[in-house]
């Protein structure tokens, strides 16, 4: 088991633009509305790689920079840890397309940008910050194995991270069979100690085994956003912490093995 | 870090599949590089292409992850009784404490790509057949290998380009001390693909003929495909002797460019820095360094620079891509098992097709294949978005 501490926050999903707007609608004192925008500009990302950047790195910097605000920290002390379902599938998309005309012409800035890291690539370069930097991918259980990585980097070399999620709506064709309806981002500093910043604590532990365990006493709303992006799984941690509520979340890992979270909510 | 034993291991390459192949291909300066031939792909260029791959399908119970990666990741696994290693490993550890973590670049990509040349072409729909998930999402080979030795373990894959299969040793080495798994399999796999033949060739970084590293007439890289794996162990868990162990690991970001490194090669040198901080070794204990050693005009020169600010002048290095060409996602974990073969046999490989050295470079590359006794190895890869990793391996006795 490793213990980590919770900072900071930063989210951009239907119906919760930040965190300071999402936890209100968390513990259920304003309603959740579910709206679909289009992401917002990351200012943060120098003008010459921003005409460049994509939605998912638009969102993954959003986030990302958000939480790092939230969390008073310094991102260059940071070890970063990205993690994405389904990647920059639009891009990949488009060069597939790209791919069948005569000739197979491929834009050279949309073959940097179908590279998995480019989010954490760009976050590295609007922040300067050169520390280790992870892409990993888990699937739908992205989350899962993001939140592992993570604590384990956090345990091994005492240091913070910034885990950030990142999934957005599935191109077509894509969108038939492998529908994603919606953008979601989330970000999140985990620390290997209290500070004055510190939301929750969070215990963290792999289980070889299948949990039959449920949420209780999610909002059904948030459910349908978990269910609709595997980047919206943090919400299931942030419900309990706007809720200060004391729980144990069991994270399905690959159908045989759960991530089990203890949540402690700071005062 | 604490020294994990690497109690076997396997390459599936352009010079053959597996060990026997490689360590041939190295000692007699064989390259596997050849003439572009790939039925899918018009560019004048070399490639290192793994023999046969379209001939061993994925089937049965697995038969949706079928795809040229996982054709590819299925045969190296098959080679030097690496499968039976894993059965064996499961016994003893169980499966359920045996981490998988693997790199790739593209996946499984091909599939996708082939989908879209057969669209419908009135609804645009994709192919019934197509499956994304098994194929192209890039978790499908670790998915692939979980399935294939039913293992329940913390499975992941790491995609940061050309540093994926590097980085997976260090990620094994935090699970581990974590206490998440006992034991751990990593390794890498990518595939030739269109994306990454024609994407490279947009950005001018593919030769017309077999890579040349750190010459001066060196014209760009030389795209490959491989599969390999390492099966990771605590020392304590392992009886046999004259093991090679990794020692080390180092990780930074460039901070600089998306698709170019930092000219001065900071980035590329606080990785081999921070390599050397985490194995307890200093500069000149290591004898010999594995380049990244792309062949392109901007890699080379930086990491020339690393050199000298981390190594200086004498420690001989070289860059094995004239062998097998550049594997991407699977680079990381061909040139940690040919800085393996280099321990066992101390041998340090010359640079192939390495004619005439840059002049303006002063680290000690290493033209012709020497015998000489090491002991410390360093290896390194360098990925896009400037994601840099190196790592430590040597003798454990």
């Known amino acids: ?267 | 870090m604490k020294p994990l034993i690497v109690s076997k291991f396997t390459l599936t390459s352009a010079v053959g599949y597996g060990l026997k192949d490689l360590e041939e291909a190295l000692l007699n300066q064989r390259s596997g590089l050849r003439a572009c031939d790939l039925d899918f792909v018009s560019i004048d260029t070399y490639i290192g292409r793994v023999k046969e791959i379209e001939a061993n399908p994925v089937v049965d119970r697995l038969k949706k992850f079928d795809c040229r990666n996982n054709r590819l990741a299925q045969l190296a696994l098959r080679q030097d009784g690496f499968e039976q290693s894993v059965e064996d490993a499961i016994i003893r550890y169980g499966s359920g404490r045996i981490g998988l973590f693997l790199g790739t670049s593209t996946s499984g990509i091909l599939q996708t790509e082939m989908a879209y040349q057969n669209r419908d072409s009135a609804t645009g729909d994709l192919p019934e057949t197509f499956n994304y998930k098994e194929t192209q999402n890039n978790f499908s080979v670790a998915a692939f290998i979980q399935k294939y030795f039913k293992l329940k373990g913390p499975a992941l894959v790491i995609s940061t380009a050309c540093s994926s299969s590097a980085k997976v040793f260090a990620e094994a080495s935090r699970f581990i001390e974590s206490g998440f798994c006992d034991a751990a399999i990593v390794g890498g796999v990518d595939s030739l693909c269109m994306t990454t033949l024609y994407g490279f060739s947009s950005l001018d970084l593919v030769s017309s003929k077999a890579c040349r590293p750190a010459d001066e007439d060196r014209d760009g890289l030389s795209l490959a495909e491989a599969g390999g794996y390492a099966l990771l162990e605590k020392p304590e868990n392992c009886d046999s002797q004259d093991n090679i162990a990794f020692l080390g690991y180092g990780e930074s970001s460039d901070a600089y460019h998306m698709t170019s490194p930092q000219p001065d090669g900071r980035g590329m040198a606080d990785s081999m820095e921070m390599a050397l901080e985490s194995s307890g070794l200093n500069a000149n204990q290591i004898s010999y360094v594995n380049l990244h050693g792309t062949a392109t005009e901007t890699n080379d020169k930086a990491e020339d620079k690393a050199m000298i600010k981390v190594f200086g002048s004498s420690t001989p290095c070289s860059s094995t891509k004239g062998w097998i060409g550049h594997t991407l996602g699977a680079a990381g974990v061909a040139e940690a098992i040919i800085c393996g073969i280099c321990l066992k046999n101390n041998f340090i490989p010359g640079s192939l097709n390495t004619d005439s050295l840059d002049p303006g470079f002063d680290s000690n590359v290493i033209l012709e294949n020497r015998t000489e006794k090491l002991t410390y190895v360093l290896s390194n890869s360098f990925g896009f978005g400037g994601n840099n990793c190196s790592l430590i391996f040597g003798v454990h006795s």
């Open chain 1, 1 to 267: 088991m490793t213990t980590v501490y919770l900072d900071g926050v930063g989210i951009e999903a239907p119906g919760l633009r930040t965190w300071d707007q999402a936890r209100p609608v968390l513990t259920g004192e304003k309603p959740f509305h579910f709206e679909k925008k289009t992401y917002q500009v990351a200012t943060l990302i120098p003008e010459n790689e921003r005409r460049r950047a994509s939605d998912t790195i638009h969102i993954a910097v959003n986030v990302a920079d958000e939480a790092v605000n939230n969390a008073k920290v310094n991102p260059e002390l940071l070890i970063n840890v990205f993690s994405s379902y389904r990647g920059a599938l639009k891009i990949v998309s488009h060069i597939c397309n790209s791919l069948t005309l005569p000739g197979h012409p491929v834009s050279p800035t949309q073959f940097h940008n179908s590279v998995y890291n480019s989010p954490a690539a760009y976050w590295s370069i609007a922040t300067q910050t050169k520390g280790p930097s992870t892409s990993l991918a888990c699937a739908e259980d992205s989350f899962s194995a993001a939140l592992l990585s993570a604590a384990a980097c956090v345990f091994t070399h005492e240091q913070g991270v910034l885990l950030v999620m990142y999934d957005v709506e599935s191109p077509k064709p894509f969108d038939k069979k492998y529908a994603i309806d919606f953008n979601c981002g989330i970000a999140l500093i985990l620390m290997p100690s209290e500070s004055e910043n510190t939301l929750a604590k969070l215990d963290i532990d792999f289980e070889p085994r299948k949990s039959e365990e449920m949420d209780i006493g999610l909002n059904p709303d948030l459910v349908k956003l978990i269910n609709g992006n595997a980047s919206a799984q943090p919400l299931r941690i942030l419900s309990a912490i706007a809720n200060k509520d004391s729980c144990e979340i069991f994270y399905d890992y690959l159908e045989t093995s759960t991530v089990v979270v203890r949540v402690e909510p700071c005062n």
